[in-house]
Nanobody
């Protein structure tokens, strides 16, 4: 499984970005995809996840501002990020898990929010 993340960039506080992560390879119909992020000097942390059947979870820090969605026909997961804050800055990683072979990570996309 390969994961290609895109959509990061530089934005002012209060702005929006939309991240995409396209999965390719041997994708199973039942899977779980998620976004994690890692700020400089900090551990990678969970942001949001969506499983087959639209079981969705968010970190408390992004609830009400971020929306995760998926297009199974395209094997793609999205993260719509609104009302961005400087503390949202970091490298955002896409994650895929199909409950059989374990998890896979994408290469990450940089999000920088200026104050």
């Amino acid at each position: 499984v390969q994961l290609q993340a895109s959509g990061g960039g530089l934005v002012q506080a209060g702005g929006s970005l939309r991240l995409s992560c396209a999965a390719s390879g041997s994708i199973r119909s039942r899977n779980h995809m998620a976004w994690y992020r890692q700020a400089p000097g900090k551990q990678r942390e969970f942001v949001a996840s969506i499983a087959t059947g639209d079981n969705i979870n968010y970190a408390d820090s992004v609830k009400g501002r971020f929306t995760i969605s998926r297009d199974d026909a395209k094997n793609t997961v999205y993260l719509q990020m609104n009302s961005l804050k400087p503390e949202d800055t970091g490298v955002y990683y896409c994650y895929y898990n199909d409950y059989i072979r374990g998890g896979y990570w994408g290469q990450g996309t940089q999000v920088t929010v200026s104050s």
